[in-house]
T-cell receptor, first 114, second 116 residues
């Protein structure tokens, strides 16, 4: 299985809602990533987990809260988001953080904040 | 920090013609370079990477890339373009954050439009 899956595909939420994005991979990868991508722009790294521990937080606002329950799952909890947070949220995984490992991306969750 | 630049926002090519999507890099040390493709409303798909060795790297879907150290370039190429190659292409470089942690730093992307 060489796939990264993400649910839901689309999400519309109000600024007072709490929601979660989910990501799953079964490739035995030990590094997992969350990216935010605006239209026609490159992905911006948000968080990196390595061996289920948060390794990199790119100064992301606290209204985004990542969680890695086990080596196959990655969640992104959302609370009190702003309209400017509307974007495509991409999950990715790789064998590890060290070394020139390519990342495998999921299809993304299209988030709209009203 | 390492960086890559994609000088062209868009590249237009006729089907059957060769295509080149340009990327230049700025790194300290040996570069690890990647190409990804993104189709509309989809995630990024890995095409190929350069680590060391042969300057010509072959990847998925008939794409290849040429690493040129003297010109600090890593251009993506395909001998014969297809309409289905139309997509957004990102060049990326591995950027060391700490001793063991690294991330990908992406270029701004180049939209490839292949017409009949």
């Amino acid at each position: 299985d060489t796939e990264v899956t993400q649910t839901p595909k689309h999400l519309v939420m109000g600024m007072t809602n709490k929601k979660s994005l989910k990501c799953e991979q079964h490739m035995g990868h030990r590094a997992m990533y969350w990216y935010k991508q605006k239209a026609k722009k490159p992905p911006e790294l948000m968080f990196v987990y390595s061996y289920e521990k948060l390794s990199i937080n790119e100064s992301v606002p606290s209204r985004f809260s990542p969680e890695c329950p086990n080596s196959s799952l990655l969640n992104l909890h959302l609370h009190a988001l702003q309209p400017e947070d509307s974007a495509l949220y991409l999950c990715a995984s790789s064998r590890g953080l060290a070394g020139p490992n390519e990342q495998f991306f999921g299809p993304g969750t299209r988030l709209t904040v009203l | 920090a390492q960086s890559v630049a994609q000088p062209e926002d868009q590249v237009n090519v006729a089907e059957g013609n060769p295509l080149t999507v340009k990327c230049t890099y700025s790194v300290s040390g040996n570069p690890y370079l990647f190409w990804y493709v993104q189709y509309p409303n989809r995630g990024l798909q890995f095409l190929l990477k350069y680590i060391t060795g042969d300057n010509l790297v072959k990847g998925s879907y008939g794409f290849e890339a040429e690493f040129n150290k003297s010109q600090t370039s890593f251009h993506l190429k395909k001998p014969s373009a297809l309409v289905s190659d139309s997509a957004l292409y990102f060049c990326a470089v591995r950027d060391i954050i700490t001793g063991t942690a690294s991330k990908l730093t992406f270029g701004t992307g180049t939209r490839l439009q292949v017409t009949l």
